[in-house]
């Protein structure tokens, strides 16, 4: 997402809004956090956006329910429920992961990922080889929308770059997530 942010053109779009639909990653890596790159977005398009002010992942239930309950926090979600287009990437938690890099993903959490059948993610959500999303407390640990919700959302845009995600990208193919996929020669290579 980082890099699809930082080649994006300079337009006039004053009528949009960029709204980000997880939380932040920002312990480290700041440049990749979810508000930063809205903003930086935002200023591209001539337009304004909404913060996040959550991180990605927490560390327990209850202060996950806390936090979406905070007033900014659930209004910013709401306003991600109700977008007309959303720009998405997809993760593979097992290589080249942020999460894993960031330490939100621990080696134990790794491995009952594996178990769990865990092939991918999609807004820091897991799901399986046929899309679904997979039954894992990391799941419930999420501040951003579920993953269903990307299903209501009238046009989704998938963006991927790396071969080993190729078993991600079909994952959440499998599952309907996406209406447009953009991705780099080699991986569109190996996916058809």
Sequence with gaps: MAKFVQEYPYEQHQQLKIIPLVGGMGRSLVE???????????Q???TGCSYLYAPAMVETAELKRRLIESEDIAMVLEEGRNVDMAVVGIG????????ATMQYLTGEDLESLKEAGAIGDIGSRF???SGNEIK???????IGLDINEYKKIPEVIGIVEGSHK???IRAA??????NVLVIDDVTADLIT
Excluded at 173 to 178: E, F, I, K, V
């Design 32 to 42: 990749i956090h979810s508000n930063l790159l809205a903003y930086q977005l935002s």
């Design 44 to 46: 591209k398009m001539n």
């Design 92 to 99: 593979n938690p097992y290589e080249g992961s942020t999460m």
């Design 127 to 129: 799901y399986d080889q």
């Design 136 to 142: 894992h407390p990391l799941n419930e640990l999420v």
């Design 166 to 168: 190729v078993e991600s």
């Design 173 to 178: 193919l499998n599952g309907n997530y996406l």
